[in-house]
């Protein structure tokens, strides 16, 4: 009963490097999305996608990469990575892609960057 | 832009006393609201939500939120909390009608429970 399982769990990068986040779910969810949290700001949309080969921008996109070749996987890319970017997070997947669905989290990547 | 708000970032509350979290949203032709809460070093899980219907919603640990479209609330409460209960609670919206698939968070509030 494996759900939404992130890698890795915790990384720490220096500026400028790159590095991509995991994201997979068993639960054959057709919607899968990246939130960002910071102390203060609740949670932030990064990027989603409703289903294999579409993906849409959130609410702070800037400085990341997804794609979605696969129904079970969304991983997400950090192309040049900014001490702006420390962070945790979140993958989140539902089988409702009109938003009346309950989000599955997983556990979260603490990301520093130096 | 639609939006969420949780009026306050944190709320501390003694063992077995009630409590209430509030939440408000903009508001919009229709909407559909939740609560989630997280625990320390986990992701969010949900707690409860609002599709249609009744306007009380419950969850199986005691705590219930009403939607109130005239105020436009949805605050969340339990009658006697417990040191369990210790966690970050948010309130969120999903918009319809405009095509949007995500949903807006509020910002969060801590509860800490005091023995």
């Known amino acids: 009963n494996a759900g939404v399982t992130q890698t890795p769990k915790f990384q720490v990068l220096k500026t400028g490097q790159s590095m991509t986040l995991q994201c997979a779910q068993d639960?054959?969810?057709?919607?899968m999305s990246w939130y960002r949290q910071d102390p203060g700001m609740g949670l932030r949309l990064i990027h989603y996608s409703v289903g294999a080969g579409i993906t849409d921008q959130g609410e702070v996109p800037n400085g990341y990469n997804v794609s979605r070749s696969t129904t079970e996987d969304f991983p997400l890319r950090l192309l040049s990575a900014a001490p702006s970017q420390t962070s945790v997070y979140f993958c989140?997947?539902?089988?409702?892609?009109?938003?009346?669905?309950?989000?599955?989290f997983g556990e979260g990547s603490r990301l520093t960057v130096l | 832009a639609q939006s969420v708000t949780q009026l306050d970032s944190q709320v501390p509350v003694f063992e077995e006393a009630p409590v209430e979290l509030r939440c408000n949203y903009s508001?919009?032709?229709?909407?559909?609201l939740f609560w989630y809460v997280q625990y320390p070093n986990q992701g969010l899980q949900l707690l409860l939500k609002y599709l249609s219907g009744s306007t009380l919603v419950e969850s199986i640990n005691g705590f219930e939120a009403e939607f109130n479209k005239s105020q436009t609330s949805f605050h969340l409460r339990k009658p006697s909390v417990h040191i369990s209960d210790t966690a970050e609670y948010f309130c969120a919206g999903t918009y319809s009608g405009a095509g949007s698939y995500q949903l807006t968070f509020g910002k969060g509030t801590k509860l800490s429970v005091i023995p």
């Open positions: 639960m054959n969810h057709e919607y």
């Open positions: 989140a997947s539902s089988y409702q892609v009109l938003g009346t669905g309950e989000l599955f």
């Open positions: 508001s919009s032709v229709s909407v559909y």
